[in-house]
């Protein structure tokens, strides 16, 4: 089980909280000039790497919001966690001793 | 040296130390016709489809680990075909079928075992979808019935069917031909027959590239083994597909979960069919050897690291516990993960992609295993004539541009 910490509550067990999937999909801006692809794009296609993700949780039975959390999807490690709203991380900080 | 009754009684008399290997160990060519990347139970199968109904002996499978060691190795070896759609009924009663006469084919035994899959319903709302799709099989000839909560327990006696459990079963849907196959004997049969046709398969050959000319068509692949041209490569790299073909720059709509497994000390026959319970999350069937064979849901976050969290499997086992009170005193003995490669709408891609030569099956999530023939089969088809089969024509990359889904998430049958 993963011990991931909340950037609000600080570290809870995994069963806390709740998946959301992939960080930083931005939601079409305007809809009704959106293509079929777009909307494939952001509902769909995922990066899914091998390596560094970048992902939502939602500390369901804590605070109930949402935050980022930088993980390395080869050993489970959580590298880093920041709130909603932040710009996205650099990735680079974190490739070297990844894995 | 096919396997025969005159051919054992032969090499019992050099007390069988003179067997042939059952596949060769070649050395990588310089090119090929087709390259299929992955050794499991469909990459196998696809280069045994594509030398003996296609004609297309000069083919490679490169495994970056050893044959048959991913899914195909870690899997819970369940067959049913009772999925909802049309397109899933026609794709996975095509496999049915051939799991049939498999050993028979492959001159191997895969001992494939008709024992009937039932799945529980423990809600209003899982006696309404099973009963959707028990009709929706029987309109399409593929067996599938409903059973009251007797029957079950009929069917399967070490059923727990008090009424005061948490989840309490209100009734059942039995596929009688369903059942379970030997995942390894799938893999190695497949190898055996395909390498005597002339297929090189390569292990411990880990593709790291995908050469492309200036049209954007594929030449070949590098490996650690060295660079291999080769026109048409068939990925088939389940939990790794995603990896695969980021290298010719082709996003997928597929996102990779741990699912995990487990198997019990062996014990004398007590289980006589599969039991699946999608709402308490827990499967089970026994093995030949007597082990009971569980299955987990998949672990919330997306991983490539084969293993998962405890509290999946202890909350899968608290559902068998109550599902089969005779299992409570068991010990477990192994458990593992495996890494599974999950579409939006639970079906899978069989497709040729956006690049000229590059053909894919991957989106197979939680249940590929009963699908191996009939994937193997038809993506076969798909490559040697650059053209779907009328089977998987449905089952493509495009589906999820154009919506038209094919949602199995109810037939999964797994939590994720």
Redesign the interface.
């Known amino acids: 089980m993963l011990l991931i910490p909340c950037p609000y509550c600080g570290e809870r067990p995994e069963l806390e909280f709740r998946y959301a999937g992939e960080a930083h999909v931005a939601r079409p801006a305007d809809p009704m000039k959106t293509t079929d692809e777009e909307w494939a794009e952001y509902l769909y296609f995922r990066s899914n790497p091998k390596g560094i993700h970048i992902e939502r949780w939602r500390h369901i039975s804590g605070c109930a919001r949402f935050f980022n959390c930088v993980r390395d999807t080869v050993s489970d490690k959580i590298l880093k966690t920041y709130k909603a709203g932040e710009p996205r991380v650099d990735l680079k900080q974190f490739e070297k001793g990844a894995n | 040296m096919r396997f025969s009754f005159l051919n054992l009684a032969k090499q019992a008399l050099s007390a069988h130390r003179n067997w042939p290997e059952q596949w060769r160990f070649p050395e990588t060519k310089a090119s090929y016709d087709a390259i299929i990347v992955g050794a499991g139970g469909h990459g196998l199968g696809t280069a045994y489809y594509l030398a003996k109904e296609h004609g297309m002996r000069n083919i490679a499978v490169l495994e970056k680990g050893w044959l048959g060691g991913g899914n195909t190795g870690r899997n819970t070896t369940i067959i049913r075909s009772n999925y909802l759609w049309e397109e899933s009924q026609g794709l996975y009663e095509h496999s049915v079928k051939l799991w049939e006469t498999l050993s028979e084919e492959l001159n191997y035994n895969v001992m494939y075992s008709p024992r009937g899959v039932m799945m529980l319903a423990h809600t209003v709302h899982d006696i309404q979808v099973f009963k959707r799709h028990v009709h929706a099989n029987r309109l399409q000839g593929i067996d599938n019935e409903w059973l009251t909560t007797e029957q079950a327990k009929e069917f399967c006696p070490i059923l727990n069917i008090e009424k005061n459990m948490r989840y309490p079963i209100l009734g059942a849907a039995l596929q009688r031909r369903g059942g379970t196959a030997r995942h390894d004997a799938v893999a190695w049969g497949y190898a055996r027959a395909a390498s005597a046709m002339g297929v090189d398969i390569i292990q411990n050959c880990e593709v790291k590239g995908i050469r492309r000319d200036a049209n954007g068509a594929v030449t070949g692949v590098e490996t650690t083994k060295g660079f291999i041209g080769t026109k048409k490569i068939g990925v088939v790299a389940a939990g ?1 597909t ?2 695969i073909m980021q290298m010719a720059h082709v ?6 979960y741990p699912l995990q497994a487990l198997v019990s000390e062996p014990i004398k026959p007590i289980m006589p069919c599969v039991v699946m319970s999608n709402t308490i999350h827990a499967y089970m069937s026994q093995s030949d050897k007597g082990e009971l064979v569980i299955g987990a849901g998949t672990d ?6 084969q ?1 998962g ?3 999946i499997t202890t909350h899968t086992l608290d559902a068998i516990c109550e599902l089969f009170p005779v299992a409570r005193r068991m010990r477990m003995l192994r458990n593992w993960g495996g890494i599974v490669d999950v579409t ?1 709408d639970r079906s899978p891609i069989l497709a040729k992609t956006p690049v000229k030569g590059l053909y894919v099956n991957c989106g197979w999530g939680t249940g590929g295993f009963k699908a191996t023939p009939g994937s193997a089969h038809v993506f076969a088809h798909t490559i040697a004539r650059d053209e779907p089969h009328p089977i998987n024509a449905g089952f493509t990359i495009e589906r ?4 038209r889904l094919i949602d199995e998430a109810a037939a999964a049958a797994v939590a994720h």
């Open positions: 790794h995603s990896v996003r997928m709509p597929l996102e990779s919330a976050y997306t991983s490539y690291s293993t969290g405890l509290h939006p999820f541009k154009t919506g």
